[in-house]
């Protein structure tokens, strides 16, 4: 053992023990080199036994051995040791062709995200019924004509700010319903010419709307969940409306992509500051809060985007610049494309 391969290991040692975290050294091969204790106790790996084993041998989640293919960012999995335990797993360039996995007990944090989210969903659709009797109230006083004039301003913004509150209701329910599952979207026929024309016309026939285009390949289909596909075409024209100024123009596309397919949305309005787009399909984040609420947003719409698409095997690509405009592409993969002229052929079971 070299003098450097001693001191590259003793530093992982040292940090690796200092954060009390796993850590695994992998040759190009991704078979073990070393592990500290730490891996002992989180994954239940052998010192003896263990070592020169592939990695994937070991920890056979098909998350993780996806992850090796592409590491990017981290990945969590219950423990091969205690399927309760949650373990959050990053893989970082180490010495020359080695490759370091640090490993993370996140069992706390994703059990906190689990009870957010029934929290959430529990008291959205508690709230839906209240909510649904002060709306009827309402609609009974403006239809009555027995209160002051002086009042109809009032019942107005009040029916204005319900209607808005039970919007936000609705995509709090469907945003902690795609986060909660742990499953891919289903594989039913959806032909995206019959679920995109009907939008794209509700829109385009809305007074003070943007010129709107839409280029789509008619005979290129989908194998996906409908219901959510829709919501992703819905929700990013919508947001390309509402921040693109009545002179601006709004592409709406739908092609190929190599053996891939892509839905593009391309707007020439105000765009978007380079430092917000990593965090703009957060839950609730808003660039300008005072111009969405003007414009209707409830601030979920993209969060919903990027979870639909993802459910799908997909990605959701930004790219913006202020003053000139944003373009939003859903990039969906070989697996969920078929053609239009073979429906009956397209449903995988």
């Known amino acids: 053992?070299?003098?450097?391969?001693?001191?590259?290991?003793?530093?992982?040692?040292?940090?690796?023990?200092?954060?009390?975290?796993?850590?695994?050294?992998?040759?190009?091969?991704?078979?073990i080199v070393?592990?500290?204790?730490?891996?002992?106790?989180?994954l239940g790996f052998d010192s003896v036994r263990d070592r020169?084993?592939?990695?994937?041998?070991?920890?056979?989640?098909?998350?993780?051995?996806?992850?090796?293919?592409?590491?990017?960012?981290?990945?969590?999995?219950?423990?091969?040791?205690?399927?309760?335990?949650?373990?959050?797993?990053?893989?970082?360039?180490?010495?020359?062709?080695?490759?370091?996995?640090?490993?993370?007990?996140?069992?706390?944090?994703v059990r906190l995200e689990r009870t957010r989210r029934d929290f959430i969903a529990n008291a959205s659709h508690e709230l839906r019924s209240p909510l649904t009797v002060i709306s009827g109230y309402l609609d009974a006083l403006a239809e009555g004509g027995e209160l002051p004039e002086s009042w109809d301003g009032p019942i107005t913004e009040t029916q204005?700010?319900?209607?808005?509150?039970?919007?936000?209701?609705?995509?709090?329910?469907?945003?902690?319903?795609?986060?909660?599952?742990?499953?891919e979207a289903e594989y039913e026929f959806i032909d995206v010419r019959e679920l995109l024309e009907p939008i794209y016309t509700e829109f385009s026939n809305r007074s003070k709307s943007p010129c709107l285009e839409l280029q789509l390949d008619a005979e290129l289909a989908l194998l996906g969940n409908e219901s959510e596909v829709h919501s992703i075409f819905l929700n990013l024209i919508n947001?390309?409306?509402?921040?693109?100024?009545?002179?601006?123009?709004?592409?709406?596309?739908?092609?190929?992509?190599?053996?891939?397919?892509?839905?593009?949305?391309?707007?020439?309005?105000i765009g978007i500051q380079e430092e917000h787009i990593p965090r703009i399909t957060e839950r609730f984040y808003r660039v300008d809060k005072g111009r969405s609420r003007e414009t209707g947003g409830t601030g979920?719409?993209?969060?919903?985007?990027?979870?639909?698409?993802?459910?799908?095997?997909?990605?959701?690509?930004?790219?913006?610049?202020m003053g000139k405009g944003s373009t939003f592409g859903c990039h969906f993969p070989e697996t969920r494309v078929v053609s239009s002229r073979s429906p009956q052929k397209a449903v995988v079971n």
Not at 308 to 315: C, F, L, T
């Open 1 to 31: 053992m070299t003098d450097r391969y001693k001191r590259l290991l003793r530093e992982v040692r040292e940090c690796t023990d200092a954060l009390q975290d796993g850590g695994i050294i992998l040759n190009s091969a991704h078979e």
């Open 34 to 42: 070393w592990f500290n204790s730490a891996v002992t106790t989180l």
């Open 52 to 109: 020169g084993q592939r990695v994937d041998n070991l920890i056979r989640h098909p998350d993780f051995v996806a992850y090796q293919e592409d590491p990017q960012g981290e990945v969590v999995i219950p423990s091969p040791r205690d399927s309760e335990r949650y373990l959050a797993i990053q893989l970082v360039p180490y010495g020359r062709g080695q490759s370091l996995a640090i490993i993370r007990d996140v069992t706390r944090q």
């Open 160 to 183: 204005r700010q319900v209607d808005r509150m039970t919007t936000i209701l609705s995509d709090l329910i469907e945003l902690t319903r795609l986060e909660s599952s742990e499953d």
């Open 239 to 269: 947001n390309a409306v509402r921040f693109t100024s009545e002179d601006g123009h709004i592409q709406i596309q739908w092609r190929r992509d190599g053996a891939a397919a892509i839905f593009l949305v391309v707007d020439t309005g």
């Open 300 to 321: 979920l719409g993209l969060a919903i985007v990027r979870h639909a698409v993802q459910r799908h095997n997909g990605h959701l690509s930004i790219e913006s610049q």
